[in-house]
């Protein structure tokens, strides 16, 4: 019999550690008797478990100050869906709770037996969402991709989720073969002629549901940092009044498209009609302020995933 490495055993004793005190309900001490350790073992085993993420904990009481702000965006923005998770005063993570939120709203969504449409952009706070799903068997849903999943350097992008979300869920997947920005226009054009994209993009265009980061501009944006724009390019753009972006489309601070060459070389599928669907852009911080704000005055967006302090502000513009 192979041994176990001593890692494994660890990430095992962890597990074991993790699955007594959360979802069997055992005290520290009960664990440490079961499983033949100290008691301080036991807390280091389930203090791991959370930090390798073998655990995934969900809040299901609904907190009445959460529900208030969600109805008040709802109204206020005409939503057809608004999540509000609480703020963490003292956090700097851009995806922890909103992740886990959107991952619940997925579920939820890949549980109708009835065949659906699911349309998905790409980023951090996507992966970290997709990150959270449990494993399903979805074979009657349809997961398609709204942005592409080459790099510059032709590498797959790293934050494009499409691939290691059928993977958890088992659903027939269609990603978009494309960059995100083409070096064109003509060969954008030219691209999306191809009959494999071309079925894509009808495709992306008649999902019942989609979830989309909402992107901040600056230097230190994704687009930038994962090298899709250079800085100059980024820094016309804003001058040219662009306030956001989703799945790579500029609009400005009206929350309309932008007129500008950029948005003519975006190889992405055209954001889902939200008259027929539900299109909910998943985002926090303050970073990501003037971008939400335009993206939900513009309609961009029908459903919102965010954290108390956004939504406050989100409410306050």
Same mark, same amino acid.
């Given at each position: 019999?192979?041994?176990?490495?001593?890692?494994?055993?660890?990430?095992?004793?962890?597990?074991?550690?993790?699955?007594?005190?959360?979802?069997? %309900? @055992? =005290?520290?001490?009960?664990?440490?008797?079961?499983?033949?350790?100290?008691?301080?073992?036991?807390? +280091?085993? #389930? *203090? !791991?478990?959370?930090?390798?993420?073998?655990?995934?904990?969900?809040?299901?009481?609904?907190?009445?100050?959460?529900?208030?702000?969600?109805?008040?965006?709802?109204?206020?923005?005409?939503?057809?869906?608004?999540?509000?998770?609480?703020?963490?005063?003292?956090?700097?993570?851009?995806?922890?709770?909103?992740?886990?939120?959107?991952?619940?709203?997925?579920?939820?969504?890949?549980?109708?037996?009835?065949?659906?449409?699911?349309?998905?952009?790409? %980023? @951090? =706070?996507?992966?970290?969402?997709?990150?959270?799903?449990?494993?399903?068997?979805?074979?009657?849903? +349809?997961? #398609? *991709? !709204?942005?592409?999943?080459?790099?510059?350097?032709?590498?797959?992008?790293?934050?494009?989720?499409?691939?290691?979300?059928?993977?958890?869920?088992?659903?027939?997947?269609?990603?978009?073969?494309?960059?995100?920005?083409?070096?064109?226009?003509?060969?954008?054009?030219?691209?999306?002629?191809?009959?494999?994209?071309?079925?894509?993009?009808?495709?992306?265009?008649?999902?019942?549901?989609?979830?989309?980061?909402?992107?901040?501009?600056?230097?230190?944006?994704?687009?930038?940092?994962?090298?899709?724009?250079?800085?100059?390019?980024?820094?016309?753009?804003?001058?040219?009044?662009?306030?956001?972006?989703?799945?790579?489309?500029?609009?400005?601070?009206?929350?309309?498209?932008?007129?500008?060459?950029?948005?003519?070389?975006?190889?992405?599928?055209?954001?889902?009609?939200?008259?027929?669907?539900?299109?909910?852009?998943?985002?926090?911080?303050?970073?990501?302020?003037?971008?939400?704000?335009?993206?939900?005055?513009?309609?961009?967006?029908?459903?919102?995933?965010?954290?108390?302090?956004?939504?406050?502000?989100?409410?306050?513009?």
């Amino acid at each position: 019999m192979a041994r176990r490495s001593d890692t494994q055993g660890r990430l095992d004793d962890a597990a074991r550690a993790g699955w007594l005190y959360y979802v069997a %309900g @055992r =005290t520290q001490d009960e664990i440490a008797a079961a499983m033949g350790i100290s008691r301080q073992s036991a807390q +280091r085993l #389930v *203090s !791991l478990a959370v930090a390798e993420r073998l655990i995934k904990v969900r809040l299901d009481h609904p907190i009445s100050a959460c529900l208030e702000l969600s109805l008040a965006l709802r109204e206020k923005f005409d939503l057809k869906h608004a999540d509000v998770v609480p703020s963490d005063p003292a956090g700097t993570s851009s995806t922890v709770g909103i992740a886990e939120a959107a991952a619940a709203e997925i579920e939820r969504w890949l549980k109708s037996p009835e065949p659906i449409v699911l349309a998905i952009g790409t %980023g @951090r =706070t996507l992966k970290a969402a997709v990150d959270q799903l449990p494993p399903m068997e979805c074979p009657q849903h +349809r997961i #398609v *991709s !709204l942005t592409g999943n080459i790099a510059p350097d032709g590498s797959a992008a790293y934050y494009n989720v499409i691939f290691s979300m059928a993977d958890a869920i088992k659903a027939r997947h269609f990603p978009m073969p494309l960059p995100v920005l083409c070096s064109s226009a003509e060969e954008r054009d030219l691209l999306h002629g191809q009959p494999i994209v071309k079925s894509t993009l009808t495709l992306g265009a008649t999902a019942n549901v989609t979830f989309v980061g909402v992107g901040e501009l600056g230097a230190d944006a994704p687009l930038c940092l994962d090298g899709f724009l250079a800085p100059d390019e980024m820094s016309a753009l804003m001058q040219a009044g662009a306030a956001g972006e989703i799945c790579g489309w500029m609009y400005d601070h009206d929350g309309r498209l932008l007129d500008n060459p950029v948005n003519d070389r975006v190889a992405s599928v055209p954001i889902p009609p939200r008259d027929r669907g539900v299109v909910i852009g998943v985002a926090l911080g303050r970073r990501k302020e003037t971008a939400l704000a335009a993206a939900l005055r513009g309609r961009m967006i029908n459903g919102l995933i965010t954290d108390e302090r956004t939504a406050e502000h989100m409410l306050s513009v």
